[in-house]
Structure formats: structure tokens, C-alpha cells
């Protein structure tokens, strides 16, 4: 006889003694049930319980080994960081990057109201170093001299017109990030903050946060590698690569729909025909990139595409136009000089 004949014969073997017993021992449970339900009818006012059997004690785990060792003795003499210097204000939340001396991250609101009060003068406000980080991490107004940068407002001036006090709060360096100036920060990043301001026509509450990225470049061997200047003398301030905008247009109503942008420009010149939606990104790709996360309680349902939801184009005014508008405090939109492909429908739409 085989093997392989007598493991089948064994497995049949068991298979049918193992029903048997089990066949007997529910025979036995079933009687065994009826005599305690027949015990039960005849002495149902008996008091006497039968002792439920003791608990099996579980074996304790075996004791860890106190270790020879405290790495948290170190925090006896402070902790290393890294810290985030977050300052509250009345036009901005900001955290604070203080090894690139630059923000982090900078949160605004605005709205309709916001934007028709002119309470604020951009002529009563000047660039000021902030007090509230350490002076050894702090961006300096020196660092700014003669860089060939300009100190870029990451929650801009224009915002915050409410109120003098919330103007003056956009002006703290650590609201600033060096950006290229012509071509950039005085054009299209400046129409890009514009665009912002267009979308409260169409939503009621707008917020937005902006920052600086520092995003890889591959070089002529193929690698990738990631590389920015330094301002200062010494070097202390960090000039980025990048910037992105994560835009969250709210409809107004609790639990309402909201619709998100996510963008990313690099610091550089950028002609003013280049069309907005070039730039649009995934947020998921923001959040990559700077170790940030913005819609981690936004449920998915209640998400909506903004450059789908409305039309993400520029206005073109030219920069000397826009500042004696700002100055003027006349929110009116100017005629437009120049414009993208798409703008005749921004225009319409926003």
C-alpha cells in the first residue's frame, strides 16, 4: 500500500471519528442542558448557585530590562528644536522657518467687507524685523540691502487695507521673502494676488496660504539636486526657488461646498501672457513638496476644483497703474492694458 493510500485512509479515518465524537458530545450537551432546565422548573426559589469556576490567571509578560541608558536627559538643558515661531495677528497667521529665515507658511482671510474698507495707508507703514524670534534666527533689514531682491509680501499690503494696525502687520519680515522684482513680484505675482482679491466677487470668504519652496533642479549628469542662493553678509536668508498659493474659496454656508486652488510659480521672471492655469497644481503636490498639510479635516465630498468651479485667469494692469489705485484706495477695477488669452472671460466671470 502507498503512502499516499494511507494518508488518504488516515484523513477519512479521522474525519469520520472526529464527527462521531463530536456527534456524542452534542447528545451529551443536549441532555445535559435538558436535566439543568428540568432542575431549574422544580427548584426555581433554591438560592443555592453553583460557583462559576476561577479565572485562568494570564502569565505576565516578562519585565523589560531598565535600560542603561536616557536619551531624554538632553532636555534637561532645553530642547533642540526644530521650533516654529507662529505669530498671531490681526491680518496674518505665519509660522516661521528660522533656518531659512524665511516663513514657512502664511495664512489670510478675506472677504468683501474686508476689501472695502481703505482704514489702512501703505505710505504710514514700514518694513520692520519681527521681536518676537530670537534675534540669532531673525531675518534683517540688512540682509535686504542691495541683494537684487525685493522684500516680497507673502499676505500682501493690499489685503489688509481694514485697518492701520493690520496693514503695519504685513510688514513684519517675517512676512516677506526675497522674490525676483521686475517681471515678478511687481507683475505677475502682483496679479496673481489681484486674481485673490477677484474671487471674493464670486465666494463670500477666501482664505489663502502662501509660502516659499525650494524645489530640486536636474542638473547635465542627471542628478537632481536642490540649490538657492543666500542673502546677506553674512549669508542669512534663504531665496526661493518657488512659491505656492493654496487658495480655499468657502460659498459661505456651514458645512458649504469649497472650492480649492493649488499653485505653484517659480521665482523668475514671467511674461504676463503666461496663462494662470499653467501654474495649478494638486494640493497633494504643495503638501510634497513643503511638508505642509492643508485639508486633512475637508471632507472629500465637500471639495471642489476651483480653476472648474470658476475661471482662474489675470487681469494685466501695469504696475504703476496699480499703485496709484492702491494709493488712491479706489478698489474699481482700471481697464485693463494688457491680458492673457483667456482674460476677456475672467472678465466676465469674476
Known amino acids: ?59 505576565l509578560p516578562p519585565s523589560s530590562p531598565i535600560p542603561p541608558v536616557d536619551p531624554a536627559g538632553l532636555f534637561q538643558y532645553g530642547f533642540p528644536g526644530p521650533v516654529a515661531d507662529l505669530a498671531t495677528r490681526q491680518a496674518l497667521i505665519s509660522s516661521y522657518d528660522r533656518r531659512l529665515r524665511n516663513p514657512s507658511w502664511v495664512a489670510e482671510h478675506i472677504t468683501p467687507g474686508s476689501l472695502a474698507s481703505s482704514n489702512g495707508d501703505r505710505k504710514n507703514s514700514v518694513f520692520v524685523e519681527d521681536p518676537s524670534v530670537p534675534e540669532k534666527f531673525r531675518g534683517k ?43 515678478f513680484n511687481r507683475d505677475y505675482w ?40 543666500m542673502i546677506g553678509n553674512p549669508p542669512n536668508i534663504a531665496v526661493p526657488t518657488h512659491f505656492y498659493k493654496v487658495i480655499f474659496a468657502e460659498d459661505g454656508t456651514v458645512g458649504g461646498q469649497v472650492a480649492i486652488g493649488a499653485f505653484v510659480l517659480p521665482n523668475a521672471v514671467i511674461p504676463n501672457e503666461k496663462p494662470l492655469t499653467d501654474f495649478e497644481v494638486p494640493v497633494e503636490a504643495v503638501e510634497r513638496a513643503s ?21 482662474c485667469a489675470l487681469i494685466i494692469k501695469e504696475y504703476a497703474d496699480r499703485q496709484k489705485t492702491f494709493a488712491a484706495g479706489d478698489r474699481k477695477v482700471a481697464a485693463p492694458t494688457r491680458t492673457s488669452p483667456r482674460n476677456a472671460v475672467a472678465a466676465s466671470n469674476l
Open 1 to 59: 500500500m502507498s503512502k499516499t493510500t494511507i494518508a488518504i485512509i488516515a484523513a477519512v479515518s479521522a474525519a469520520s471519528g472526529a464527527a462521531l465524537t463530536a456527534s456524542m458530545y452534542s447528545t451529551q450537551t443536549e441532555k445535559k442542558v435538558k436535566a439543568v432546565a428540568s432542575a431549574t422548573q422544580v427548584s426555581a426559589t433554591s438560592t443555592t448557585s453553583v460557583p462559576a469556576p476561577a479565572p485562568q490567571a494570564r502569565p
Open 141 to 183: 533689514l540688512k540682509d535686504y540691502f542691495r541683494s537684487g531682491y525685493d522684500r516680497g509680501h507673502q499676505v500682501p499690503a493690499a489685503d489688509a487695507k481694514w485697518s492701520q494696525e493690520a496693514m503695519n502687520d504685513t510688514f513684519f519680515l517675517t512676512n516677506m521673502c526675497p522674490q525676483v522684482g521686475e517681471g
Open 190 to 229: 502682483a496679479h496673481f494676488e489681484d486674481f485673490c482679491r477677484r474671487l471674493t466677487a464670486r465666494y463670500p470668504s477666501v482664505r489663502i496660504v502662501t509660502g516659499p519652496l525650494y524645489l530640486p533642479k536636474r542638473g547635465d549628469d542627471g542628478k537632481w539636486r536642490v540649490s538657492y542662493e
Open 291 to 311: 511638508g505642509l498639510e492643508f485639508a486633512t479635516k475637508l471632507p472629500v465630498q465637500r471639495r471642489k476644483r476651483l480653476c472648474a468651479d470658476t475661471v
